[in-house]
């Protein structure tokens, strides 16, 4: 599929991510949510796409902006939903009732971590899941969704 100026991919992040770069360096690293976004933006420039870049802490706003991510025909979405990748049926289901591409991304590898983290309900809805690479996994997620849309990098 030929890129468009108008395709734009949704960057969903979820509870406590607002605070990344403040504390837990040696698992969530020194990068803030303003740099992931930035890295998310520069990365889908490269293919010609637009990074719209949420975050909540609320369950229910996230269910919004993937509903909101169909309304507007986004081409994808990256999704770390944090914690509510555990235990959010509801953020399964409006991914599963979108059809959207999407890529789950977390940012530090949750099978090494407590067994509550080894579950994803996210993961189920999405076509492939990063975990681990700190925030390249972000830029990973990005350069992946795009293969799988069909989008090149611009020369
Ligand atoms: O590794 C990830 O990206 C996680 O999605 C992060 C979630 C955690 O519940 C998941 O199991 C894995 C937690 C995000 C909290 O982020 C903070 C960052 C800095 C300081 C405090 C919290």
Redesign the pocket.
């Known amino acids: 599929m030929a890129s468009s100026p108008d395709q734009t991919i949704y960057v969903l992040n979820?509870?406590?991510?607002n605070?990344?770069?403040?504390?837990?360096?040696e698992?969530?690293g020194h990068a803030t949510l303003a740099d992931v976004e930035k890295l998310c933006r520069e990365s889908a420039a490269q293919f010609g796409l637009k990074a719209d870049c949420r975050q909540s802490n609320h369950e229910g706003e996230l269910v919004d902006f993937i509903h909101e991510a169909h309304a507007k025909k986004a081409a994808g979405i990256i999704i770390?939903?944090?914690?509510y990748?555990?235990t959010s049926i509801a953020l399964h289901d409006a991914l599963k009732a979108v059809q959207i591409p999407t890529v789950e991304?977390?940012?530090?590898?949750?099978y090494t971590?407590e067994s509550f983290?080894h579950h994803s309900f996210t993961a189920m809805a999405a076509f492939a899941s990063l975990?681990g690479f700190g925030i390249e996994g972000y830029r990973l997620a990005i350069n992946g969704l795009a293969a799988k849309i069909g989008v090149k990098a611009k020369a």
């Open positions: 979820g509870p406590n991510l605070m990344l770069g403040t504390r837990e360096p698992t969530y770390n939903a944090g914690a990748s555990h991304v977390h940012i530090s590898n949750i971590r983290r975990c």
